[in-house]
């Protein structure tokens, strides 16, 4: 069966993701890169992924780094996400990032870091499948809303519901 890659895109468009920047520090070079495919793995061992194209720029650097900084963005964030996500450009002009623990630059505002390394790099077609162990995170209290993709374009949540715990049927949601 041959599926048209424009129309499996915009379905895929459908499904709302949060938006992240993964940095990373190699051979004295500082990179980052704009995902939408962070995701949980495991709560034990703490296991996140990400994936990248495999023909993007720089896929051979972003294979032999030693640690990752993955950070969640907030609404207010559009700017540095659309930065981030552009190929071939200097993104760390006029950004003086902190240094996590780990080496890996940070991205300034996010409303959540995790400090990663390297646990195994997946085939996924024309994507490389990076799985990370976290090592450390921080949530900053009281952010902002994350920031949001769906449909090809940012969107805004809802208020967030106040609950202090989560209905019974949701019990084994992330998050809770």
Known sequence: MSVDQKEFRNA???FATGVAIVTAMV???R?????SSFNSVSLDPPLVLFSMIRGSLGIAQWKAA??????????SQRDLSNRFAKAGTDKWIGIDPAFAANGAPMVPGAN?????????VCDGG???IFICRVNAFRVIPQAEPSLIFCG????????????????????????W
């Not at 030693?66 to 609404?75: D, F, N, P, T, V």
């Not at 969107?155 to 202090?164: F, I």
């Open 12 to 14: 895929l468009g459908q």
């Open 27 to 29: 051979d004295g070079n």
């Open 31 to 35: 990179l980052g890169a704009t995902i």
């Open 66 to 75: 030693k640690s990752y900084c993955i950070a969640i963005l907030g609404e």
């Open 112 to 120: 959540a870091y995790f400090e990663c390394e390297p646990w195994s």
């Open 126 to 128: 024309d994507h490389e």
């Open 152 to 175: 090809g374009r940012y969107r805004h949540l809802s208020a967030l519901d106040a609950a202090t715990k989560p209905p019974p049927e949701n019990l084994y949601l992330h998050g």
